[in-house]
């Protein structure tokens, strides 16, 4: 073969040595369970029978296996998403990447469920003759629009926030929107690859509850704060701009009661209970997922307990917002019952009657209340 055929099939010979290369590392490397940077399982090879074949199911699911199970599939994952980043897709996957290494959730349509789910808490809280607040947590693009890129859609935060003033019924809005606007220029309030708000961005809500309720915030210079690195959240794992370098998580202890020989928290899942004498559960740092260091993540009730506090119970309605806010709050209950609707799936009328509770808190992100489809279980 001479020279000039050589260079006219070498690309087909080079494309062909590649997809051989491919096959045989999927065939012989062993498949992997769990990807540590999207943070979740992986499709293991789907169940064969005559059912699932001529259903079509094992078609759909084998194709996902093999997505899933690509060697490789971590660096493909990447490439894809810079490629796009560079050829002007900037939140392709749902996630712009901002100013100074910010991962942004792009705005959705948040209008889904607003007025439902604000209807079925203001209606509950009515029902139950429950003392209600609401609290929500504006979106990371609208109070950190300063870190979007220059090309972006529009965070409709305003609109919104009017509407849940519009049909919070009885329940008393405090509305921090303005509050973390002012401080967002000198505070980290979120983290950069994820969409919860920080610790601090926790603790500046937290002060606003204490000055609408009328109770003595614990002031910043009583917590230990200690820093642990490494943190990569939500928006990382979806955007999969693996080159973003990672946050600290940082975890407020308070000094009077450094040791939490006051606390005690109670993870009740159906008949089983796991306890801790922390807000924190610290080997979650070792994790790929390490923000359920707050409270064990996500359960269907979580029972928080402080001897040294002077209130009553408070009821917690709310979404993962809610993990890193309760210690702050705890502060001033004697005990905090946390319920998640997504897993909650017995009468919290019946649980609020049981626990003599007189106080409820209704705590929220923004895209999840828009968008949360198991508040309809109030009902």
Not at 134 to 154: R, V
Not at 194 to 202: M, N
Not at 273 to 299: A, I, M, R
Request: with cysteine; aromatic share 14%.
């Amino acid at each position: 073969m001479n020279l000039r055929n050589l260079k006219k099939y070498l690309p087909a010979v080079v494309f062909c040595a590649f997809i051989g290369v491919m096959c045989l590392l999927f065939l012989f490397s062993p498949d992997r369970a769990y990807s540590s940077n999207e943070k979740r399982y992986l499709t293991t090879f789907p169940k064969l029978n005559t059912d699932t074949f001529f259903s079509g199911q094992f078609g759909k699911e084998y194709e996902t296996y093999i997505s899933d199970q690509t060697a490789g599939r971590d660096f493909f994952v990447g490439l894809n998403a810079y490629y796009d980043l560079i050829s002007g897709r900037n939140g392709s996957n749902g996630v712009y990447l901002g100013k100074d290494n910010y991962l942004i959730n792009k705005p959705a349509d948040r209008k889904n469920y607003l007025e439902a789910n604000l209807s079925t808490f203001a209606k509950f809280a009515e029902k139950m003759g429950t003392d209600t607040t609401l609290l929500i947590a504006p979106s990371t693009g609208y109070i950190m629009d300063d870190k979007l890129p220059d090309n972006h859609l529009s965070y409709l935060d305003d609109a919104y926030f009017e509407l849940i003033e519009k049909n919070k019924g009885g329940m008393d809005f405090i509305n921090i929107k303005s509050l973390f606007q002012e401080n967002a220029a000198n505070t980290q309030l979120y983290y950069r690859t994820d969409h919860h708000w920080t610790t601090r961005g926790a603790y500046t809500a937290y002060q606003a509850y204490c000055a609408r309720k009328g109770l003595d915030a614990v002031p910043e210079e009583r917590f230990d704060i200690k820093k642990h690195p490494g943190f990569y959240g939500t928006t990382y794992s979806t955007s999969a701009l693996w080159l973003t370098p990672p946050d600290e998580i940082e975890l407020w202890y308070d000094k009077d009661y450094e040791n939490q020989d006051n606390v005690h928290v109670t993870i009740e899942e159906g008949d089983k209970k796991k306890e801790n004498d922390s807000f924190f559960f610290l080997s979650h740092l070792d994790e790929d997922d390490k923000y359920p260091v707050f409270l064990d993540g996500n359960h269907s009730l979580v029972r928080i307990e402080n001897k040294a506090a002077d209130g009553g119970k408070l009821l917690l309605l709310k979404d993962s917002f809610g993990h890193s806010i309760a210690p702050f709050l705890s502060e001033h209950y004697s005990e905090i019952i946390m319920v998640d609707l997504r897993y909650y799936k017995l009468p919290v009328s019946e649980l609020i009657e049981k626990e003599g509770i007189t106080e409820m808190l209704v705590l929220y992100g923004l895209d999840n209340l828009c968008n949360d489809t198991d508040v309809a279980w109030l009902k």
